[in-house]
């Protein structure tokens, strides 16, 4: 393996590269991880060398904090390759600073932009082979974060490790869901964690969501916690209503996260003139409107599947299936054309989000 130092960062190269065994046409999300990862110690009140080295398993002491009382946060992003083989990055500096945002709430340490965004961006020039182009692909960004000082003492870790690893993800398209709106549990609540990527949140959804499947729903629209009608998330994203021509997303709060593909589909959805409402919105609201005919559309919102159509909801055992919408009448549609063009540099990028590695 060589070893050679580039920004401070030491970088250990893999002797041989495994790209040529995936299968990158049937690769099933989450599932294959590229050649190297970046990791990063803290001990001592302070964060370590940066290191890229082959992707591989990792030893904890069994008393590692993480194991005992879950202080673990992540963040999703992609990486995207233009027509040119040039590797973009989708506004890495709003996960940089949500990734802190969740570390202050998990009483983690912040880190710096140079580990993070540099870090990111050293990483994926040495496998940014991994990064295929075409509408649709890119290579998912898996930062996170895990107290791992050994002793199971119930309080924070002294000791953590920051890691980077990257996996290629194919056009996600599962076709519409059905999804049952959440009458008893919750995923987040008033002084939670909701707002953050903190591992515990989706551990907390798979139970209500494996009884959704059983039913015969594939996901879970989140209600508040305190008056089960608030709508405010759709499995693991943001959810968008279309009510006639009105565009509706709930308000981020302590119980919802800020999602950069929610906030970047609403700028969109502005640039393009369309009617766009930040507010709550009940149950009974969709009710009404499905019974008048004026619901249009729903759907989750979220880096790994961008824009996921929602075509019914079931709430009180009675399931209500939205009317059927031509591709090019629908908002999910176009605007999910519009960020991945955006994100793919196949549309001009006028909101300066894009980054190049
Ligand atoms: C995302 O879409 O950004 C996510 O975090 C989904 C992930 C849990 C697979």
Redesign the pocket.
């Known amino acids: 393996m060589s070893l050679q130092t580039i920004n401070d960062f030491s970088i250990q190269k893999t002797e041989k590269s495994k790209i040529d065994s995936i299968d990158f046409e049937n690769v099933k999300?989450?599932t294959v991880f590229s050649d190297h990862m970046l990791v990063c110690h803290y001990k001592d009140g302070a964060w370590g060398q940066v290191e890229i080295k082959p992707y591989g398993p990792m030893q904890f002491e069994p008393s590692s904090n993480v194991f005992h009382y879950g202080q673990a946060i992540?963040?999703?992003m992609k990486a995207y390759k233009d027509d040119n083989d040039d590797v973009w990055l989708f506004r890495p500096r709003e996960n940089w600073e949500r990734f802190n945002k969740s570390a202050e709430r998990l009483a983690m340490p912040q880190i710096d932009e140079t580990r993070f965004v540099d870090g990111l961006k050293t990483l994926l020039q040495l496998d940014r082979d991994w990064v295929q182009k075409g509408k649709g692909n890119a290579l998912y960004i898996r930062p996170f974060m895990i107290g791992t000082h050994p002793g199971v003492v119930a309080g924070p870790s002294s000791e953590f490790m920051f890691c980077i690893i990257l996996s290629p993800a194919r056009t996600y398209y599962s076709g519409k869901v059905k999804v049952q709106i959440a009458e008893h549990y919750s995923r987040a609540a008033n002084g939670g964690v909701g707002y953050t990527?903190c591992s515990g949140n989706?551990a907390g959804q798979f139970y209500p969501t494996k009884l959704a499947q059983e039913a015969g729903y594939q996901q879970v629209i989140w209600t508040d916690d305190a008056t089960h009608t608030k709508l405010e998330e759709a499995g693991?994203?943001n959810v968008f209503f279309r009510i006639n021509d009105t565009l509706i997303t709930a308000p981020t709060s302590e119980r919802i996260l800020d999602?950069?593909?929610r906030k970047s589909l609403l700028d969109i959805a502005k640039s393009k003139g369309l009617d766009v409402q930040v507010k709550s919105i009940v149950v009974n609201d969709l009710l009404e409107a499905i019974k008048k005919g004026e619901l249009k559309e729903i759907f989750g919102a979220?880096?790994?599947?961008t824009i996921g159509q929602i075509e019914g909801f079931a709430y009180q055992d009675e399931y209500h299936q939205l009317p059927e919408i031509a591709d090019e009448d629908s908002y999910a549609v176009m605007l999910k054309e519009t960020l991945q063009g955006i994100q793919t540099k196949a549309i001009e990028d006028t909101f300066n989000w894009t980054e190049k590695i």
């Open positions: 999300f989450g992540f963040e999703g990527k989706y693991t994203m999602g950069v593909t979220g880096t790994a599947v």
